[in-house]
């Protein structure tokens, strides 16, 4: 089938990564054709890097879908809104004027509160004549799943090219930790607090996080800032593997650090209304569900980025937490996640 993904682009990476990611899914897992129309090919072409020409993958601008959904063999199958964007104007008249029309999916952001259960695959109706879907990722068997594709081993033998030169900059013997955050994390009081652990440690920082932190300049006695390029998604994957904490944010980095098998803490996006903090605790209500009291507190404080002098001598009960965890990811997904949960919905 013929799918057309719509991807705006609202924090800078984490939407771009997400539509990147199904795309590649569904053309390389699932042989469907694909049109990615987004509105910052800039930073969704950062993502691409590494994967050369995919065959049934056209990535367009935003303005191509004015004039790339008339009548004919274009018409798509399927069209993704990803992440609750609008259609151009322009396009969407288009399909309401196609001789076959085809299926809207309303593609939401990922979310483990019990309600998504109740409204994934619901319809929305449509003064136009189209139908329209609500589509939820989640990580209950009846929700949208999770996008898996690749899904990375525990332990990788070969560093990425991309990462070479940078890992050798890490000391033996030092853990490893990476940290890709929004603005607004308290990654500088956090790191303090690290550092009076009086243990070697070697930060990671994702492209751009040390310099839209200030940290550049900032010197700690036990701690090792190591500022990384933009590196393409696989090769991030090598790197929440290859560390012993992760600290993560968004939806594609939250669901890769899982799959990695190791602790982390989700920099969840914040909202005003505070709804980030439901959705916080609705997957910490499902990853600590068959967990220990003590380690409960623990995780839980880590999450608010408090305790981290209590929460770091559970680091060991933790890392079999996240193996357990990924296991069990893989087992409720053995469909193959979001990409084939959307294509049997639309068959």
Not at 16 to 33: D, K, P, T
Not at 57 to 68: C, D, G, K, Q, R
Not at 159 to 168: A, H
Not at 315 to 327: D, I, K
Request: charged fraction near 20%.
């Amino acid at each position: 089938m013929r799918w057309d993904i719509f991807c705006q682009i609202v924090d800078n990476y984490g939407d771009a990564g997400i539509c990147w990611r199904l795309a590649r899914s569904l053309a390389v897992q699932h042989h469907q054709n694909i049109r990615l129309f987004c509105d910052d090919l800039h930073t969704l072409k950062l993502f691409m890097m590494g994967s050369g020409d995919i065959q049934d993958i056209e990535v367009l601008p935003w303005e191509a879908s004015y004039t790339n959904a008339r009548h004919g063999p274009n018409t798509p199958d399927v069209v993704i809104q990803a992440f609750s964007c609008d259609l151009p104007e322009r396009y969407l008249n288009h399909l309401i004027l196609a001789p076959r029309n085809p299926i809207l999916i309303h593609l939401e952001y990922l979310s483990a509160e019990p309600w998504v259960v109740d409204f994934h695959g619901r319809p929305s109706p449509q003064n136009n004549g189209l139908q329209k879907y609500f589509f939820f990722p989640g990580f209950q068997q009846n929700t949208g799943g999770l996008l898996l594709d690749p899904i990375p081993p525990i332990r990788q033998d070969i560093c990425p090219k991309s990462l070479s030169s940078i890992w050798d900059q890490s000391r033996e013997g030092a853990k490893k930790i990476s940290i890709f955050s929004y603005p607004g994390a308290p990654i500088k009081q956090w790191l303090t607090q690290l550092n009076q652990l009086d243990i070697p440690v070697d930060v990671f920082m994702a492209f751009g996080n040390a310099e839209l932190l200030n940290l550049q300049k900032q010197a700690w006695s036990n701690l090792k800032l190591i500022s990384l390029p933009f590196i393409p998604q696989d090769d991030f994957d090598y790197l929440l593997v290859e560390c012993d904490f992760n600290v993560v944010r968004g939806e594609d980095s939250f669901v890769r650090a899982q799959l990695a098998g190791r602790p982390f803490i989700w920099n969840i996006y914040p909202q005003d209304d505070g709804a980030h903090l439901i959705k916080l605790q609705a997957f910490l209500d499902l990853y600590l569900k068959e967990v220990t009291p003590e380690l409960q507190t623990a995780v839980t404080k880590a999450m608010a980025w408090d305790g981290i002098n209590q929460w770091w001598m559970a680091l060991p009960h933790w890392n079999q937490l996240a193996r357990a965890w990924r296991a069990q990811l893989l087992e409720s997904q053995t469909d193959g996640g979001l990409a084939a949960r959307l294509l049997r919905f639309v068959s």
